[in-house]
């Protein structure tokens, strides 16, 4: 241990009467606070947008690729499933999975309400696992080699308006060469995302109920969703996609598909960033406050340390080593209250969200180790940065006067 650390050990822990004791505590709690609400903050905000892109992908893919078609509707031009570049993704190093899909807009009627929606039908390839846990009820349909199925899963939300529930039939209506064509289904389940927009639109149903309608075959579907495993590869996989796929046909990204919808979720990083900001202002100048007053006191001190041949540089160090214990005890307790509350959320859901609003239930929770030590990292370096001004005050006590100061 150097003279600087020992005398720093000494001063942080004050003595009879002094000033600066509760000072401390007080920067130790702003240090805390600031840590623990970017912690927090840091975790809801990506939880937020992660459960919504997930809930988008899970109605649209990563990838999708289909037919070039400046038709902006859900009515895709049909392509072979049996394409060349499909083994070729499939062995690709960040795909995860690829489905075949069919789509077709139609019209839900029933004695007292009717309903436009978009018909999704899916193939035996396709990956249950995202609304496998967002089923309140039934199960989901399975698709037979045998016989096309009449099964389909609705929205809690489309079930609601229309009155529906699990085992009751749904007519439905497609326009085909200008004539309405119905159909009648079957409920086998009903799904709630929380994301209204999509839960009011979609239905899933057999892909091979509009091959039939369309008058396709077997082979001729809408187009592939294709599934990535890091989301933030997902421009890169897209490139490669895209190249892969050939001239006739396009990949596009579920950012491609839905701008409007990532380009909101975008925007919630701006509140992030003013709370960072505010809160690392805080934190930094309760510490100058702090460093000051620490200064203030212990001016006698210096003068007499400097009447000893002591540099500036060395009585500088002193009170950053304070302001260090200082940053470090709030940055452990700040880790301590934001990660508690973060994980009492997580697992016990204690504050709700009204899901109309939020798409959602219950506020969500996204604890990330790189994101926390980021925020350690960069609230010890912008409170250590803002420490340097105030500490050159030091330079500037005479040492007579200091000795004489009381």
Excluded at 138 to 164: C, H, M, R, Y
Aim: with cysteine; net charge positive; proline share 2%.
């Amino acid at each position: 241990m150097n003279t600087e650390q020992f005398i720093a050990r000494r001063l942080i822990k004050g003595g009879p009467g002094s000033f600066s004791a509760p000072v401390i505590r007080i920067a130790i709690i702003s240090v805390a606070l600031g840590l623990a609400v970017m912690i927090v903050s840091v975790a809801i905000v990506t939880g937020f947008q992660k459960q919504i892109r997930d809930k988008i992908v899970g109605f649209g893919s990563h990838i999708q690729i289909a037919k070039f078609d400046s038709n902006n509707s859900f009515e895709f031009e049909p392509i072979s499933r049996n394409q060349a570049f499909i083994s070729k993704l499939k062995n690709t190093e960040g795909i995860k999975h690829i489905q075949v899909f069919a789509t077709k807009a139609g019209i839900i009627k029933t004695s007292e309400q009717i309903q436009g929606v978009v018909f999704k039908g899916v193939g035996a390839d396709f990956d249950w696992s995202y609304f496998n846990d967002k089923l309140v009820s039934g199960n989901p349909f399975s698709t037979k080699d045998t016989a096309t199925g009449n099964s389909v899963i609705i929205s809690q939300n489309l079930a609601e308006l229309l009155k529906i529930k699990v085992g009751d039939p749904l007519r439905m209506y497609f326009i085909i060469e200008n004539m309405a064509r119905a159909r009648r289904f079957n409920v086998s389940g009903i799904y709630n995302t929380g994301l209204g927009e999509f839960d009011l639109k979609f239905i899933f149903g057999d892909i091979r109920q509009i091959q039939k309608l369309n008058g396709w075959s077997a082979d001729s579907i809408s187009g592939f969703d294709v599934y990535i495993n890091d989301f933030n590869q997902l421009d890169k996989m897209g490139k490669i996609v895209y190249k892969e796929v050939g001239y006739e046909l396009n990949a596009k990204t579920i950012r491609d598909l839905y701008p409007q919808m990532f380009d909101w979720l975008d925007l919630q990083d701006m509140n992030v960033i003013i709370i960072l900001v505010l809160m690392i202002l805080v934190s930094g100048m309760a510490m100058i406050s702090t460093l000051l007053i620490l200064i203030l006191e212990r001016t006698s001190m210096i003068g007499v340390l400097k009447a000893l041949g002591a540099r500036n540089l060395s009585i500088r160090r002193i009170f950053l080593y304070n302001a260090a214990y200082i940053i470090g005890k709030g940055l452990l307790y700040g880790n301590i209250a934001g990660i508690s509350i973060c994980l009492l959320q997580k697992y016990f859901s204690i504050v709700s969200l009204p899901q109309e609003s939020y798409f959602m239930s219950v506020v969500p929770i996204n604890l990330d180790v790189i994101h926390i030590l980021a925020l350690n990292a960069g609230t010890l370096g912008a409170c250590t940065l803002m420490l340097l001004l105030p500490s050159f005050i030091v330079a500037r006590i005479s040492p007579v006067k200091a000795i004489r100061f009381d």
